[in-house]
């Protein structure tokens, strides 16, 4: 094989590579026995047939085959030789087949360009003092609370916030709906709705007038004026718990203060997890900003794509070029931060282990409530989904090991006069 490799840029190189004649006819004559020993020819017993009767009837369905199998063959060969990684797939420019004549192919690679001068120790980041006050701890206990809390039959008037369960009639339409429930004061619902059931009690009877707004999420409501008329089945109203040592035990805490303490730890990481998460922004934006990145062009379009194809699954309706523009630089900026971390997981030697894949699997699974199985079926379905899953689990371990290195320059009102700390 012969080849010649130009550099394009610095991030694409074109490849000439020329497969020797005999190399092919080779192929293709074997190609053409194989079929012979056993293709029924009039004339001839299997295997019989001259070679020139067969490749009159077979040689060009051969010959496409024989090159089908040596383009990839001869395109793995030549970028293995040339210590070429390509990061997308080659783009064939040019075929020259004729038979008993070497064959020669032209084919584009983009690679990832090389970084000279990697800047990533002692980046500057944002320290924050984490503060947890009394009232973060009370409006966690209160939202506890109000889970812990049920609603519970009442037999007397209906208050706001009541839970009423209604049989009524849709005059207009004579339509009946049965056991409908209704919380009475919801702002989604029309005010004169609740207005008419307040004060009544169960086995009372209710007839209101109500505008449906244009919104109203019933579309066989909406923008409607509309008489319901109907009976009361049931009243429930919200029976608050108790926040005390019985509350805490079930729980699983030894009393209310235990309770108040593994609350106030909760909350304090929750807010460092936060902060750390806008550290990491930070240093995002410091680490790709201090290079200077060639982009390669399909590594951009495949970033674009994708982010393109997020938001229309969003929104079916959003203009693709609008959001082609719009996303133009996270693409670039994301493809220019993953080059730059393979580059110094690669000088640094970060690699993830198998386990360390089957706790991520497990770890994720979990928190969406199916098995590890189901989970490889759905996102990790063949080598490919699986490489690029570990090939972003490199990555975030190699943004921990920057994150690390990282200089913590405390907040102050002078950014001048930030306080530095090491950690």
């Known amino acids: 094989m012969q080849k010649t490799v130009e550099d394009i840029n610095s991030t694409k190189k074109r490849f ?53 199998k040596i383009i990839p063959e001869y395109y793995l060969k ?14 064939f420019e040019n075929y020259d087949f004729k038979r008993r004549e070497p064959f020669r192919m032209t084919f584009t690679v983009e690679i990832r360009p090389k970084i000279e001068e990697l800047n990533y120790e002692g980046i500057e980041v944002t320290e924050e003092e984490i503060v947890v006050t009394d009232q ?56 004169d709705i609740s207005l008419a059931l307040k004060g009544k009690k169960k086995g009372d009877d209710f007839e209101v007038t109500a505008d449906f707004p ?37 729980l699983g805490y030894e009393d209310v203060e235990k309770l108040r303490e593994a609350v106030r730890e909760s909350i304090e990481k929750a807010k460092r997890e936060l902060l ?8 995002i ?26 938001e229309k699954q969003k929104d079916p309706q959003a203009d693709e070029e609008e959001l082609r523009e719009k996303l133009k630089e996270r693409a670039e900026k994301t493809v220019k931060l993953n080059m730059l971390l393979d580059t110094i997981a690669e000088k640094q030697g970060i690699d993830i282990t198998n386990d360390e894949v089957k706790q991520k699997i497990a770890e994720l699974s979990n928190s969406m409530y199916i098995t ?51 950690e």
């Open 78 to 91: 030549a970028i293995k030789e040339a210590n070429v990684v390509p990061v997308s797939p080659p783009v």
């Open 136 to 191: 973060d701890v009370e409006d966690t206990l209160e939202r506890l609370k109000l889970e812990k809390s049920s609603y519970e039959p009442v037999e007397g008037e209906i208050e706001n916030d009541d839970l009423v369960m209604v049989d009524y009639e849709v005059v207009e339409e004579e339509k009946k709906v049965e056991n409908q429930f209704i919380k009475v004061g919801s702002e989604i619902l029309p005010e």
């Open 214 to 250: 244009e919104d109203f999420a019933n579309k066989n409501f909406a923008g409607k004026k509309l008489t319901l008329k109907g009976t009361i089945k049931e009243v429930k109203r919200l029976k608050l718990a108790t926040i005390d040592d019985d509350f805490a035990k079930d």
């Open 285 to 310: 934006d410091k680490l790709v900003a201090s290079h200077q990145i060639d982009v390669p062009e399909g590594l951009f379009k495949e970033e674009l794509d994708m982010l393109v194809r997020g």
């Open 16 to 68: 000439t590579v020329e497969v020797p004649a005999d190399v092919l006819e080779k192929r293709i004559t074997d190609a053409l026995r194989n079929i012979g020993r056993n293709a029924r020819i009039p004339g001839f017993r299997p295997g019989k047939a001259p070679l020139s009767l067969l490749e009159k009837r077979y040689g060009k369905e051969v010959e496409s085959d024989v090159l089908e």
């Open 372 to 422: 590890p199985e189901h989970f490889m079926k759905l996102y990790l379905p063949n080598e490919e989904a699986m490489y690029m899953f570990r090939q972003n689990l490199i990555r975030e371990k190699t943004l921990d090991f920057i994150f690390e290195k990282t200089k913590r320059v405390k907040k102050s009102d002078n950014p001048e006069e930030g306080e530095k700390t090491d």
């Open 276 to 283: 750390e998460n806008k550290q990491k922004g930070e240093l």
